[in-house]
């Protein structure tokens, strides 16, 4: 049996980057619902992440969006961050807000679209050098909504160029990370659906080339978990976009909708070397909070990561393997479930003490009264996901 | 073996009524991307949908929806649809787009927000007397993100109330049309998910309370043609929202992702007594033309319904009953598909001729100059789901 | 907070019925493999459920299905049962492994195979009334494999027709429950596929006609208690099959895949009066042990019911419900993750041992050499799907 | 616009490999239903296979599988074949049906296992020299039906091992390809179930090691002609696996689902070079006649996949790219949709004719007293696909 206290010190280092655009209002093609006390500019929007990182001591980080998180100074910006104890980490380049990517951007037909969509990757990669971010994070909008609307090979061919132009012009400490998607905004095609097209085109990019997994990004019934040990087993997984949902890219809060799944997803990462000190394998938050608080929905979210990461390094893997070993089905599954079942929210709550943090991170965090000066003292235009 | 000169005065009175929205822009929580010439209020959607009958003459009607279609006199808006050639349809009602509305409307636990959405549909109902509109739409978009968020059982009961005192208000010669939808914009659980809640419900209002089925509603592999099938069986299928779809809401083209579904779907409507001058069953696009020209889109949809019908239209229903009923597989789906792929466009462009409307609809349209010149007129705010 | 200590006297006379074929082998299309000690005739089947019954308390009845546990005197098998501790509940009838049934049965247009179906479940009451069952459960493997091989609308209303003529044979303290499915065995459409269909079957019949609910006959992404919550409501839901799926009707383990959703679905049938000494649903497994031992694995299901159970009655409703009404999204979803995450086995233990029960029932029934024995005595032909 | 008579010419030499067990009785775990006439041995399938080619002049090659098509001579049943115009194809191992790969077979963590796996591929190879077969068809069965049961890393490292082994000893002239599945027999996890992971694996292994498509086995939605186009593009697309499916792996005739699909893979199959002479792609169906009659069933198969070529041949590829390029939505639709609905069985017909086939090879199949000759002739056991 594995105790608490033999794997509390693997807890030490957990580091789950928080994205700048969960803190602006975000919501469904048929409304954008306001919240109070929402963040107005990246400034605010880092104000509130670092809410989250000084009660849960989680979040160090703080992903940032361009153009949505466009400043005049970037170094500024980082400044600014530090001084509330996080920093700047990942840059997520956006072509799918420009009348110009309607119909593709990275794989448009036209020369003039595909170029101007480079080139908003080398402004983020100067951004990266200001900011001192290490990953560049693509998620492409690009696809189609009718069959024959346009060419699904030529378009994979135009996609693979620009991606090169874009990988020869990251720096040596640089990575570039693609990230999949089943579909949504387009309808009939995508451009990057899948973790095998994902793979197939940083694999042909070089070393500092690699795949993003969002949770949430899968066709229903995807085993979720094969992917992780698959990728990491080809070298290939640089990091993660936790959400949960039910149905398409919900963006629920991860752990929500299945916490089951967030176990066996984060079981595989511990099991394939994923997680701790060694591993490459950045752990990052992409969720909306449409109706929900914005800054305890972010807190109740990396404190699931957290509880289940203990969950899932409870596993007792000697037990695992012997019951594995000798086909015991019902012993095996019983070694993973009992992990599972266990309830780890009381050692948490203590070892979270023990570290001069709260015991209770939301509670800490709701009596602060932060929440509400916000919401009295943010008036005016709130960020969304347009700015 | 059935002709087409069999079946051509079978299509004479097909009504395929236009949602006046498809004229406005639509478009993901992503982008909603811009065209030129979109329409900018009410009167020019309608100038808009009158072009589609214009050219194809299957769509004497356009559907309306309050609050983007609010005007100061619904006769004068009646009256210049007369003008057009058409008249002005079913209305929809909007309780998804108000801050109120935020955690329900008709199912809120806070009965004065149950009593706005209710006033809401008063407001309809009155609009409806003015327009000579027979039915009230109801679509609620009213679920929630999370368990436990809110009672599910509750919120049913709730819905049931507020049903049936909107459904008490509505003339003798209206109807109440209770539409379901799997998910979206609520992403755990959604109040009216399926053909089964809204048949229950309906059903325990009254003979003019009936279900509408919007073709990409469903859950992943349902059958449609079932629930067409059923619904005709239990008296209760009152109206169809045409669309397709890949993966979820995607509100394609009808019959643009899945023509021989479109086909099963006509052909249980036929075989069910749903098609006809006898039929109470209303036929309705709702879609969006997110990147494609918005009236020729809707042209392609109201002739995607109309030469599928035709199909549907050319089955050898004795032949398909001899072969049922001896259990030959092969021989019943042969008649089937015979039918399915008879390609009917000459000979319904000979009968659009013999009508005095052009053989090609979309090649006469677009050779108008129609589009070209609302491109030129039409300056300043587009209308879109918001306005 | 709810404690145990609180809900304990609910989890008394908790009984989830067995399904005497889970003691038989099963597998797939592809191959059934055979697992030491299966048993070999119904008595053999009994026998290994009451050890189910035995060390957890929890599965004092047994269902039957005919022809696979025909004997020539039930009355017989009966006393052999309650010799070991247990009673004969539900009947299964079954109308899909006859050569006649190849195209239908309860559905078929041949009024040959129509009647032979009915008469089977004629003799299926006579045996309820020689064995005391109370549910006559009927599951169709009823639908077709292509488009136009059969009329949908005309077996559904030979379906209603032959449904009726059953119900009238019921006995006045029996009931008939109707269970549907997705898909399988049939590929296009399935006769009763939804609980929409189940429902306005069983309406039609009268009050003794209810729907059985298997936990893994949806649709992908289908909220199951949201299901669950309609029925009861509407005053339909008759019994449970329980078991758990990642795709298709897979037949594992309930709580296997998504603890989580059976925690949900035994929450709202505790909320919806669903659950206690007044309430009219059966509980049943209906799992299928392909590769995993028989009966360690029917405790395994039965303990995670009980588990789970014991985990939605200490939802603290006061809490969730003050949580509910004011909207509060993660305060309310804080209520009921709070009470899934709580470990409830090592108080049930307690609990167990209190009541003469072993603490762990697996571990105890493995010790006992029942497995053993039986493995080493079964010789010759094991039980399985087929006899 | 591009006429029948511009393409005919690339119908020349289409060649669908048939499956030697599909003219063997199949079913689902409910049921395996006979049908009378079924073949008994695997002579009478190839003598059945050769039936379909007589009438349809479009499947020369025949499929087997071993052991179900295990005879003493192979070089006599390839000379068998060729008397009846038809030669022996693609041989299938099988590592599913023995009790010794319940838990795996490739994968598993037994040693002696694997090696009696690798061992049974290594026979197959030794029938593929005596029959002159070029390809290798491994399809796993492998999985897990309950997290923690094995360990998915691990397994999928001896998959590597295993299929290295076996690739080292095909020869010079012969290729791997690998099969890929979603779901079922396992129900957790499957160990090839993605085209990624199919790819991922034969990459490593060399030039002759390919892909195989089957097109009834991926998740809900999939696009399958965007991983056609990708495998095309990768050079690893070896050989397609065709059926049809509304839900699951259905096996039903290919197109009888969803032809619009089938079109669309068989443009992107033609737009990525891999039909016609120089194309390394091999086409086979892999379908189960569950309950239709199977000669006639096949003959449907193949006749729907050349119909569907030749409407994809259809397809103006000047007037496509130049609409797909000016971002002409609506027309690079149209123009694929007009070669989709372009009746194309007429001209076929006459096509067949100039060939010296007849113009309806069904009916001149029916009319031949073959399928009434077998279904006296062939008493005793039918084979299925145990043996």
């Given at each position: 049996m594995v105790q608490f206290s033999d794997i509390a010190a693997q807890l030490e280092g957990q580091s789950i980057e928080l994205p700048s655009w969960a803190f602006g209002n975000s919501g469904t093609r048929f409304r954008v619902f306001g919240t109070p006390g929402t963040a107005r500019n990246p400034e605010e929007k880092i104000a509130d992440a670092a809410q989250v990182n000084k009660y849960t001591?989680?979040?160090?980080k703080v992903a940032i969006h361009i153009p949505w998180d466009k400043v005049d100074d970037y170094a500024a910006l980082g400044a600014y961050a530090n001084d509330l104890g996080v920093e700047l980490g990942t840059v997520n380049s956006n072509t799918f807000q420009d009348e110009d990517y309607k119909f593709g951007s990275l794989t448009s037909s036209n020369p003039a679209v595909r170029q101007k969509a480079i080139d908003h990757h080398f402004e983020c990669i100067d951004i990266m050098h200001a900011t001192g971010s290490k990953d560049l994070k693509i998620w492409l909008a690009d696809g189609t909504n009718y069959p024959g609307q346009d060419d699904i090979r030529g378009r994979q061919d135009r996609l693979a160029e620009s991606l090169q132009t874009i990988y020869d012009r990251i720096g040596s400490d640089q990575r570039l990370v693609l990230e999949y998607k089943f579909f949504e905004p387009a309808f009939y095609h995508t451009d990057v659906p899948d973790w095998g097209t994902s793979y197939a085109q940083v694999a042909a990019l070089g070393e500092r080339a690699l795949v993003c997994l969002d949770t949430g990004h899968h066709a229903p019934g995807t085993n979720i978990e094969f992917i992780v040990a698959q990728l990491l087993r080809l070298g290939k997984l640089g990091s993660f976009d936790f959400n949960s949902r039910f149905y398409a890219d919900d963006d629920l809060i991860v752990g929500a909708a299945d916490p089951f799944q967030l176990f066996r997803i984060l079981y595989e990462v511990i099991r394939g070397g994923g997680y701790g000190p060694d591993s490459v394998v950045a752990f990052m938050l992409d969720q909306c909070h449409n109706i929900e608080a914005k800054i305890a929905g972010q807190m109740r979210s990396v404190l699931n990561v957290q509880e289940m990461t203990a969950r899932a390094l409870l596993v007792d893997r000697q037990a695992l393997t012997a019951a594995q070993e000798s086909n015991d089905v019902l012993g095996a599954n019983a070694v993973l479930m009992d992990a599972f079942y266990t309830d780890v929210r009381g050692p948490l709550a203590s070892w979270r003490e023990s570290r001069g943090l709260p015991a209770d991170p939301i509670a800490a965090f709701q009596a602060s009264g932060y929440q509400e000066k916000i919401s009295a003292e943010r008036v005016g235009a709130q960020a969304s996901w347009g700015a």
């Open positions: 001591g989680l979040s160090p």
